[in-house]
């Protein structure tokens, strides 16, 4: 696709939590070849603490994060984006965004960690368990041969990585 690295942006409602664990999986585990980004269709604001800590934990950089509106991406001097991925789950009765333009898109849906569902290790659990299937759906898209891959091919394949 590009010699340059892909620039991927991975969007959620909240950009707090599984956006931003996916935005710092992908930074470190692409090597240089991806730079991501992360942002919400109605922004929190502030970075959940336990998506922070859950970073830090699987030993990857867990400062220079801020929840953000995408909007920020979808003006004239943003960086062109190769993929977009939404991160919410639709499971949940969440309103995914729709990103706009020519990248390779794909829902990557991923229960909301940052839900009140119990005592604090519960949800350690939660934001651990979002982290670990994230990095696994990465994991598997930095495998995938993209140079080589038709686009409608690439497109199937990053579809079906969204169901595992």
């Known amino acids: 696709m590009t010699?340059?690295?892909?620039n991927v942006l991975f969007i959620c409602t909240g950009n707090s939590a599984r956006?931003?664990?996916?935005?710092?999986?992908?930074?470190?585990?692409?090597?240089?070849r991806f730079h991501a980004w992360s942002a919400g269709s109605h922004p929190k604001g502030v970075v959940h603490p336990l998506a922070l800590q859950t970073l830090a934990d699987l030993h990857l950089p867990a400062d220079g994060f801020a929840s953000k509106s995408w909007d920020v991406?979808?003006?004239?001097?943003?960086?062109?984006?190769?993929f977009v991925f939404t991160v919410c789950d639709n499971a949940a009765g969440e309103v995914c965004p729709?990103?706009?333009?020519?990248?390779?898109?794909?829902?990557w849906g991923v229960p909301d960690p940052a839900a009140p569902i119990g005592n604090e290790a519960e949800q350690r659990r939660a934001f651990k368990d979002a982290a670990h299937a994230l990095k696994r759906r990465i994991?598997?898209?930095?495998?995938?041969?993209?140079?080589?891959?038709?686009?409608?091919?690439?497109?199937?394949?990053?579809?079906?990585?969204?169901?595992?």
């Open 73 to 82: 991406f979808a003006q004239a001097d943003a960086p062109k984006m190769d």
């Open 3 to 6: 010699a340059r690295p892909f």
């Open 19 to 32: 956006s931003i664990l996916a935005e710092g999986l992908l930074n470190q585990l692409g090597n240089g």
């Open 98 to 107: 729709v990103w706009p333009g020519q990248p390779m898109t794909a829902h």
């Open 139 to 164: 994991e598997l898209m930095l495998a995938l041969p993209l140079d080589k891959l038709a686009p409608l091919s690439l497109q199937q394949q990053l579809d079906a990585i969204g169901k595992q």
